[in-house]
């Protein structure tokens, strides 16, 4: 059973740092194509970052430039099962609950989220 949990959430002042962890349980890390969402209050869910097996990255306009998103090289134990998000010079507008998501082709996997506030 594939699990997904989330750290590194919490309260910070604008201009200021989080790094958020995923780690993953019960797939092979190594192929699954990883990614970040959030969900504000009241609007809709919005990727973040994603960064596929061979490791090229994508990010959504508003947080280019501030976050970077990495995962874990693949070891053979598949021991090593973790995907970041570094995110520096945090808005406001940046506070949401941080999802994190494993997709492969006919599964996509889901974490219960993290909450990120940013205060002003």
């Known amino acids: 059973q594939v699990q997904l949990v989330e750290s590194g959430g919490g309260l910070v002042q604008a201009g200021g740092s989080l790094r958020l962890s995923c780690a993953s349980s019960?797939?092979?890390?190594?192929?699954?194509?990883m990614g970040w969402h959030r969900q504000a209050p009241g609007k809709r869910r919005e990727l973040v970052a994603t960064?596929?097996?061979?490791?090229?990255?994508?990010?959504?306009?508003?947080v280019k430039g501030r976050f970077t998103i990495s995962r874990d090289t693949a070891t053979r134990d598949n021991t090593k099962n973790t995907v970041y998000l570094q995110m520096n010079r945090l808005k406001p507008e940046d506070t949401a609950v941080y999802y994190c998501?494993?997709?492969?082709?006919?599964?996509?996997?889901w974490g219960k989220g993290t909450l990120v506030t940013v205060s002003s």
């Open positions: 998501n494993a997709t492969i082709i006919g599964y996509d996997h």
């Open positions: 019960g797939m092979i890390f190594s192929i699954y194509g």
């Open positions: 960064i596929t097996s061979g490791g090229s990255t994508n990010y959504a306009d508003s």
